[in-house]
């Protein structure tokens, strides 16, 4: 089942804070963090495991709620270069066989202006 | 570069025909996914491999299919092609089966006409 992403776009100036909510009604494993820029492929973010470790790049911060299936993303001090549409993706905590690919979110747009 | 290679870049075919997308992992990775990206349906997940074995199908349709060799690169075939299959479609790939980042290809973009 598809996470839900919210909002659906956001358009900020330079310097100034989003935010980006991802939440599934499934038991997740893990929570995965994309950018994809117009005509190019997804760029990998972050992925936030369940009990909390974390891998990713420094200028990024999330936060997984278990309780809750949810994660969010925090773009501080935004720059042009963090436009493009984000998206979440999620790994179901039970899977056949152990493995399942990533179901994305519908994406949310950022728009970062001058 | 990515470190993940896709080829062709673009391919534009009839439809009824078929096509092969191929894709040549990132050093060090065994698991390869394939994901359809269109404007209305996001990306979606056809159908991945793990050190050669299928290891979980998404939404892959029965005319389409997929293999890993033993030298990790892994092959999408698209058969009977239809208007509707028009899209961007991607190999990823990441160390190990769950728990890793993706590291996606540049894509492949098929027009069917």
């Known amino acids: 089942q598809q996470p839900v992403q919210s909002p659906q776009a956001v358009i900020l100036r330079e310097g100034e804070d989003a935010v980006i909510n991802c939440s599934s009604s499934?038991?997740?494993?893990?929570v995965h963090w994309y950018r994809q820029k117009h005509g190019e492929a997804p760029v990998f973010l972050m992925i936030l495991l369940k009990g909390g470790e974390q891998k990713g790049h420094e200028k990024i911060s999330a936060s997984f709620n278990e309780k809750k299936q949810q994660s969010s993303l925090y773009l501080t001090a935004s720059q042009l270069s963090y436009s493009g549409t984000y998206f979440c993706g999620t790994e179901p905590w039970a899977s056949g066989g152990g493995a399942d690919g990533l179901t994305f979110g519908k994406g949310t747009h950022l728009i970062i202006q001058p | 570069d990515s470190g993940v290679t896709q080829t062709p870049k673009h391919l534009i075919t009839a439809t009824g025909q078929r096509v092969t997308l191929r894709c040549s992992p990132r050093?060090?990775?065994?698991?390869v996914y394939w994901y359809q990206q269109s404007l209305d349906q996001g990306l979606q997940f056809l159908i991945q491999?793990?050190?050669?074995?299928?290891?979980a199908k998404g939404n892959i349709l029965e005319r389409f299919s997929a293999q890993q060799f033993p030298d990790l690169h892994s092959e999408l075939n698209l058969s009977s092609l239809e208007l509707g299959d028009s899209a961007l479609y991607f190999c990823?790939?990441?160390?190990?089966?769950?728990?890793?980042?993706?590291?996606f290809g540049s894509g492949t973009r098929l027009t069917v006409v």
């Open positions: 050093s060090g990775d065994l698991s």
């Open positions: 990823a790939s990441s160390v190990s089966v769950r728990g890793y980042g993706y590291t």
């Open positions: 499934k038991a997740l494993y893990s």
């Open positions: 491999y793990y050190n050669g074995e299928e290891r």
